[in-house]
């Protein structure tokens, strides 16, 4: 079975791509610079391509992404441009691509990875926490229109995870520390559970919910943030 993972070359796609090639997956990665997602034009040949030469996709996960922060009144029209083009764009692209194909298959699997900030205020991350919202809005929307057709479309909702995504964050020794201890002067609690999660355990929730086992789930959210956002 083939599953195409987006941002596969970045520190959660790799480990979903592990993941699912364990679970007996022939994984396809999909990132730059071969594939942008911002594209329908590149992304349609692309799935095109891989269904042609692969095989039937039988699974997406969206995992592509990018993080521009920054206060929200200072915000350039091109950083916030280029937030949605990616997160929000990028997820409609490759799953509206992907599941035109699946649902004469009537079987296919989807998950876009999201974020805890798609539902909790963040600092600086107004563009990025919206254009995560769109993207899980989105793939609920999907998931009760492919429904009928017996096609699942998940959200996976991480919290930090150390990717270089969020070490690219990091500007000195008490970064990790401060992710999770909190930090009470930007009205950012800590995680509970200890820790800031690895991309295996995002890796994990997303390899349940394309898995059998999650054959009764759809339209979820399944937050991986340690507690981060207090099961809100
Ligand atoms: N790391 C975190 O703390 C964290 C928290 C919540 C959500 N997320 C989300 O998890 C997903 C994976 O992030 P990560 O932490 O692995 O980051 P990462 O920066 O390691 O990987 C992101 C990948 O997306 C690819 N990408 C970016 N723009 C693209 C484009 N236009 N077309 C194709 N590919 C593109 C990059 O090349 C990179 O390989 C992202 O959607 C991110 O928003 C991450």
Redesign the pocket.
């Known amino acids: 079975m083939i599953a195409l993972v ?9 480990a979903v791509s592990r993941r699912l090639t364990d679970d007996g997956f022939t994984v396809v990665g ?3 610079p071969d ?4 594209s329908s034009e590149q992304v349609e040949a692309f799935v095109d391509r891989v269904e042609a030469v692969r095989g039937p996709v039988a699974a997406l996960v ?6 521009r922060t920054g206060r929200a009144v200072e915000l350039s029209d091109g950083d916030w441009a280029a937030t949605l ?3 929000s764009s ?1 997820v409609f692209h490759v799953s509206r691509a992907v599941a035109r194909r699946m649902i004469p298959r009537r079987a296919g699997a989807i998950v876009t ?5 798609s539902r909790t205020a963040r600092q600086n991350m107004a563009a ?1 926490a919206a254009s ?1 919202a769109a993207a899980t809005a989105f793939t609920k929307c999907l998931g009760l229109e492919l429904a009928e057709h017996g096609i699942r479309c998940n959200v996976v ?10 070490t ?1 964050l990091w500007d000195g020794s008490d970064a990790l520390r401060t992710s999770v201890e909190g930090a009470p002067g930007a009205y950012r609690v800590g995680i509970p559970l200890g820790r ?2 690895q ?1 295996s355990d ?1 890796a994990d929730a997303v390899a349940f919910l394309l898995s059998e086992r999650a054959a009764h789930i759809t339209m979820q959210d399944l937050t991986v943030d340690g507690g981060a956002s207090l099961g809100v």
């Open positions: 987006t941002g596969a070359a970045g520190g959660i796609g790799a999909m990132d730059l594939v942008d997602v911002t969206n995992a592509a992404g990018i993080l083009a990616v997160n990028g990875v999201a974020s805890n900030a990025y995560k909702a991480p919290g930090s995870t150390e990717t270089p995504m969020l690219g800031v999660a991309p995002v």
